[in-house]
């Protein structure tokens, strides 16, 4: 050996144990702060870029051992800043990890050089995205395995310097003595021999550098199998995951309430607004009134009107006929009653005189028919009594039928009245129920109207605040409907998750939110977990982020004290951080 000192700390060619540095250069605030996310901070260093040229600039100051760039950007894009990274000899072999949704076009920008290895989906899983690290990213040697080694190796490395010094200094001096010319008075050294110092030099700079390389390899390799023995045996070894960034929007509990006139009062205006922006309602409060109020109570009242009307028609057929009505009926048939009687009597009397009559025109008859027998009286004479006897005769007939015709007649109107009577005075159940269907009717009709009446009264449907005013006084209310309102008391965060790492959230988790508009962080828990996939609606600032992600809504409920801090905030976005580890 040629150097027997042992090396200091500060001397050790290989650093001791340290984190890894992560360099993120994207133009999404959302991507960056998810990458910070997830990656340990126990093993990682995470820097940030906005831009291609805070890329380069940050790149020279923090020297970082993997590089995340992202091929779309405003300005440099990730091909020129990975073209001027790869031009400086200091990260002409950093890994270099370029995003994009864009594999083809970056494959065929970045030409058959680029390594598809540090390439990644930015659609594809955060869990492939680690797995690329653990991939790419060179190995950590731990400090307390490999201290005696690397004192060791430090101290061959110093003896190796010391040797090439020494023969540097050689060579100096025989530069020196063929600058003075002594060089053919110097015994020691013949020409030819001179010749070969040259060639010995240079075979021991190469030597000197090989073992150096291969101490290096040597040990480096050792104290990772030491330290990492499953990396050597099988696959990259999976980051954990620990947090999950992404977009939301700040909403009240059970969302914004936007408050609106019925379908069928389309059109309508409002006559009266009883609220202004800030206001506290409660559930039930009139906070509107449309101008069709006026004549919709109108016709509630002339509704109300009508059952008085059917009430009073009912109560009507119940009680029958006027009792004036039914006594001259009564007295129709009592009268019937005495004409039939003394009509009878009457006729009768005439059918026995008659009668009579008749038995006088029958003796007469009989004598004067002896007598022209006898030839005592002459034939007119007996004509004359047999004319009238037939006379009598006939006279009889004629008031007997006239008896039964009065009888006959008399007793059908007396029936006749009876009948009249009787449906006077009584009361059909079939008549009571159409009275009883129409107050039903009216009644119906009635609270229909009340009903459309009580439409043109807009009420609160909940408590809570009024957030804005979007229909004034005399305005048609438009599809953005009379007023928004929210429980702004309890506030909530909904964040979009993507569908990759939805699996890792569950209900309970802390998360916390951070947004420019406003200094703290809020704290909350993840309250529910959306059922279905939906595409992204809340976006990067960044005109040409992604926007077409399918993304899982989560409901973050905020605790009372950061409730309290954004209660007038609604919508505004926010950038979430759910913590997955419980540790």
């Given at each position: 050996?040629?150097?027997?000192?042992?090396?200091?700390?500060?001397?050790?060619?290989?650093?001791?144990?340290?984190?890894?540095?992560?360099?993120?250069?994207?133009?999404?605030?959302?991507?960056?702060?998810?990458?910070?996310?997830?990656?340990?901070?126990?093993r990682f260093e995470v820097?940030?870029?906005?831009?291609?040229?805070?890329?380069?600039?940050?790149?020279?100051?923090?020297?970082?051992?993997?590089?995340?760039?992202?091929?779309?950007?405003?300005?440099?894009?990730?091909?020129?800043?990975?073209?001027?990274?790869?031009?400086?000899?200091?990260?002409?072999?950093?890994?270099?990890?370029?995003?994009?949704?864009?594999?083809?076009?970056?494959?065929?920008?970045?030409?058959?050089?680029?390594?598809?290895?540090?390439?990644?989906?930015?659609?594809?899983?955060?869990?492939?995205?680690?797995?690329?690290?653990?991939?790419?990213?060179?190995?950590?040697?731990?400090?307390?395995?490999?201290?005696?080694?690397?004192?060791?190796?430090?101290?061959?490395?110093?003896?190796?310097?010391?040797?090439?010094?020494?023969?540097?200094?050689?060579?100096?001096?025989?530069?020196?003595?063929?600058?003075?010319?002594?060089?053919?008075?110097?015994?020691?050294?013949?020409?030819?021999?001179?010749?070969?110092?040259?060639?010995?030099?240079?075979?021991?700079?190469?030597?000197?550098?090989?073992?150096?390389?291969?101490?290096?390899?040597?040990?480096?390799?050792?104290?990772?199998?030491?330290?990492?023995?499953?990396?050597?045996?099988?696959?990259?070894?999976?980051?954990?995951?620990?947090?999950?960034?992404?977009?939301?929007?700040?909403?009240?509990?059970?969302?914004?309430?936007?408050?609106?006139?019925?379908?069928?009062?389309?059109?309508?205006?409002?006559?009266?607004?009883?609220?202004?922006?800030?206001?506290?309602?409660?559930?039930?409060?009139?906070?509107?009134?449309?101008?069709?109020?006026?004549?919709?109570?109108?016709?509630?009242?002339?509704?109300?009107?009508?059952?008085?009307?059917?009430?009073?028609?009912?109560?009507?057929?119940?009680?029958?006929?006027?009792?004036?009505?039914?006594?001259?009926?009564?007295?129709?048939?009592?009268?019937?009653?005495?004409?039939?009687?003394?009509?009878?009597?009457?006729?009768?009397?005439?059918?026995?005189?008659?009668?009579?009559?008749?038995?006088?025109?029958?003796?007469?008859?009989?004598?004067?028919?002896?007598?022209?027998?006898?030839?005592?009286?002459?034939?007119?004479?007996?004509?004359?009594?047999?004319?009238?006897?037939?006379?009598?005769?006939?006279?009889?007939?004629?008031?007997?039928?006239?008896?039964?015709?009065?009888?006959?007649?008399?007793?059908?109107?007396?029936?006749?009245?009876?009948?009249?009577?009787?449906?006077?005075?009584?009361?059909?159940?079939?008549?009571?129920?159409?009275?009883?269907?129409?107050?039903?009717?009216?009644?119906?009709?009635?609270?229909?109207?009340?009903?459309?009446?009580?439409?043109?009264?807009?009420?609160?449907?909940?408590?809570?605040?009024?957030?804005?005013?979007?229909?004034?006084?005399?305005?048609?209310?438009?599809n953005e409907g009379i007023?928004?309102?929210?429980?702004?008391?309890?506030?909530?965060?909904?964040?979009?998750?993507?569908?990759?790492?939805?699996?890792?959230?569950?209900?309970?988790?802390?998360?916390t939110v951070t947004s420019?508009?406003?200094?703290?962080?809020?704290?909350?828990?993840?309250?529910?977990?959306?059922?279905?996939?939906?595409?992204?609606?809340?976006?990067?600032?960044?005109?040409?982020?992604?926007?077409?992600?399918?993304?899982?809504?989560?409901?973050?409920?905020?605790?009372?004290?950061?409730?309290?801090?954004?209660?007038?905030?609604?919508?505004?976005?926010?950038?979430?951080?759910?913590?997955?580890?419980?540790?």
């Amino acid at each position: 050996m040629l150097h027997n000192s042992k090396p200091s700390a500060q001397d050790h060619p290989f650093p001791l144990v340290r984190k890894s540095r992560i360099l993120v250069i994207d133009d999404s605030l959302l991507l960056r702060k998810q990458l910070s996310a997830q990656l340990p901070s126990d093993r990682f260093e995470v820097y940030e870029a906005e831009n291609g040229s805070a890329g380069l600039a940050k790149a020279a100051e923090t020297n970082p051992d993997l590089i995340l760039l992202d091929y779309v950007m405003p300005g440099m894009d990730g091909y020129e800043v990975y073209q001027s990274l790869r031009a400086q000899e200091q990260f002409r072999n950093t890994p270099i990890i370029v995003m994009s949704g864009r594999h083809d076009e970056v494959v065929e920008k970045f030409g058959p050089l680029f390594d598809n290895y540090n390439f990644w989906l930015k659609q594809a899983s955060q869990d492939q995205l680690r797995d690329r690290i653990n991939a790419v990213l060179p190995m950590t040697v731990s400090g307390s395995e490999t201290e005696n080694t690397q004192t060791s190796v430090n101290v061959e490395v110093q003896d190796i310097a010391a040797f090439m010094s020494h023969l540097g200094q050689l060579e100096n001096q025989l530069t020196e003595k063929n600058g003075q010319r002594h060089t053919l008075s110097n015994p020691e050294i013949s020409p030819r021999r001179r010749r070969w110092i040259p060639i010995l030099l240079i075979a021991a700079g190469v030597s000197a550098i090989a073992t150096l390389g291969f101490y290096s390899f040597t040990l480096l390799r050792s104290a990772s199998q030491k330290s990492s023995p499953q990396i050597a045996s099988g696959p990259p070894t999976t980051l954990p995951l620990k947090n999950i960034a992404a977009l939301g929007r700040l909403e009240p509990q059970g969302e914004i309430t936007r408050l609106s006139a019925p379908n069928s009062l389309e059109g309508s205006r409002i006559d009266q607004l009883l609220i202004k922006e800030g206001d506290l309602v409660k559930a039930g409060q009139v906070v509107a009134i449309l101008d069709s109020q006026t004549s919709r109570l109108r016709a509630w009242r002339q509704a109300q009107s009508n059952i008085v009307t059917a009430q009073a028609r009912l109560a009507k057929v119940k009680a029958g006929a006027k009792s004036g009505e039914i006594n001259a009926q009564k007295a129709n048939i009592l009268r019937l009653t005495a004409d039939l009687n003394g009509g009878v009597a009457t006729q009768e009397a005439e059918i026995a005189r008659i009668e009579a009559e008749l038995g006088n025109a029958q003796v007469d008859y009989e004598r004067y028919r002896q007598l022209y027998s006898e030839g005592a009286v002459s034939k007119a004479e007996f004509d004359n009594r047999q004319l009238k006897l037939e006379t009598v005769q006939n006279q009889l007939s004629a008031a007997q039928a006239t008896l039964k015709r009065l009888i006959t007649t008399v007793q059908a109107q007396k029936k006749e009245a009876q009948a009249t009577l009787g449906s006077i005075e009584e009361v059909r159940p079939v008549d009571v129920e159409v009275a009883q269907a129409e107050v039903t009717s009216a009644i119906v009709a009635a609270e229909k109207a009340k009903a459309d009446l009580d439409l043109t009264y807009i009420c609160a449907p909940i408590n809570g605040n009024v957030l804005e005013v979007n229909t004034r006084p005399g305005e048609v209310i438009s599809n953005e409907g009379i007023a928004n309102i929210g429980r702004t008391d309890r506030m909530y965060v909904v964040a979009e998750i993507y569908e990759t790492d939805i699996k890792n959230i569950r209900a309970g988790q802390n998360v916390t939110v951070t947004s420019d508009a406003f200094a703290d962080k809020l704290s909350g828990k993840v309250d529910r977990v959306g059922l279905q996939v939906k595409r992204q609606g809340v976006f990067d600032v960044n005109p040409l982020a992604k926007t077409d992600y399918k993304v899982v809504e989560v409901k973050v409920r905020l605790d009372a004290p950061s409730s309290q801090k954004v209660a007038g905030l609604s919508n505004l976005q926010v950038q979430v951080v759910i913590q997955t580890d419980p540790s």
